[in-house]
């Protein structure tokens, strides 16, 4: 079993920056292809980010490709998501996921274990 915490959201100006940060419990974080999801209001729960095992290969959304860094800690227990050039339209409940099959890392359903999510706000 793994559990995941997720830290680091807040309120930031648009073109601001923020790191999130997602700490694994357990010994087997290493086993586990982790991704970054985002729901924002009313809105559909969606695929931000995915890091492989040992870091590569990386995945990103359009929305945030080139602006968001996934990037991950084994020997930490921890994933990162380093956001820049944030929008409006990043505000969102940020969740960490973590998954066992590394195919089809873009949909949520492959997860089996969500951390609690952290709120993003960004302002105009």
């Known amino acids: 079993q793994v559990q995941l915490a997720e830290s680091g959201g807040g309120l930031v100006q648009a073109g601001g920056s923020l790191r999130l940060s997602c700490a694994a419990s357990?010994?087997?974080?290493?086993?586990?292809?982790m991704g970054w999801f985002r729901q924002a209001s009313g809105k559909e729960r969606e695929f931000v980010a995915a890091?492989?095992?040992?870091?590569?290969?990386?995945y990103y959304s359009d929305s945030v490709k080139g602006r968001f860094t996934i990037s991950r800690d084994n020997t930490k227990n921890t994933v990162y998501l380093q956001m820049n050039s944030l929008k409006p339209e990043d505000t969102a409940v940020y969740y960490c996921?973590?998954?066992?099959?590394?195919?089809?890392?873009?949909?949520?359903?492959?997860?089996?274990?969500w951390g609690q999510g952290t709120q993003v706000t960004v302002s105009s």
């Open positions: 996921a973590a998954r066992e099959s590394g195919t089809r890392v873009t949909d949520p359903l492959g997860y089996v274990h």
């Open positions: 357990g010994r087997t974080f290493g086993n586990y292809v």
């Open positions: 890091v492989s095992r040992i870091g590569l290969p990386i």
